[in-house]
């Protein structure tokens, strides 16, 4: 069994802490011991770890990102959306996070984003919580 975590991106590149709503499923799920996959099935979205403490660097990430792969008229794909599918392979679309004593282990200042390179969407994210 998974669960699924229904998201609604804002903007057409959209950084979210989904870090509560992952802990909650690990709450539901009361395993105490064990892995918790984090996936998701979209070919312009992707999942990242990284620090949520500060909002500077949720947007340094998304500025360098524009810089690397831009929204430009050159690529072959003819949807218009290249860049968000490069975007979502350079983050990837799957993190794995230990449970330890029924909760995610993170660091400190660790968070869980959803990260949205084609939007705005409605997007899903899959969990899977393994014992």
């Given at each position: 069994m998974?669960?699924?975590?229904s998201?609604k991106?804002?903007?057409h590149?959209?950084?979210?802490?989904i870090?509560?709503k992952?802990r909650?499923?690990?709450?539901?799920?009361k395993?105490e011991?064990?892995?918790?996959v984090?996936?998701?099935p979209?070919?312009?979205a992707?999942?990242f770890i990284n620090?949520?403490?500060d909002p500077?660097?949720?947007y340094d990430?998304?500025n360098?990102?524009?810089?690397l792969?831009?929204w430009i008229n050159?690529?072959?794909?003819?949807e218009?959306n290249?860049a968000?599918?490069?975007k979502s392979i350079?983050t990837?679309?799957?993190?794995?996070v230990?449970?330890?004593k029924?909760?995610?282990?993170?660091?400190t200042w660790?968070?869980?984003?959803?990260?949205e390179?084609?939007?705005?969407r409605?997007?899903?994210?899959?969990?899977?919580?393994?014992?």
């Amino acid at each position: 069994m998974f669960y699924k975590i229904s998201i609604k991106t804002s903007s057409h590149t959209d950084f979210i802490d989904i870090t509560p709503k992952v802990r909650e499923v690990v709450k539901q799920s009361k395993v105490e011991e064990g892995i918790c996959v984090i996936y998701v099935p979209h070919t312009t979205a992707g999942v990242f770890i990284n620090e949520n403490a500060d909002p500077d660097v949720v947007y340094d990430v998304k500025n360098h990102l524009e810089k690397l792969v831009p929204w430009i008229n050159n690529y072959k794909h003819l949807e218009g959306n290249a860049a968000a599918h490069i975007k979502s392979i350079l983050t990837g679309n799957s993190i794995s996070v230990i449970i330890d004593k029924g909760d995610l282990v993170l660091g400190t200042w660790q968070g869980i984003f959803f990260a949205e390179f084609d939007g705005p969407r409605s997007r899903n994210v899959f969990v899977k919580i393994l014992k």
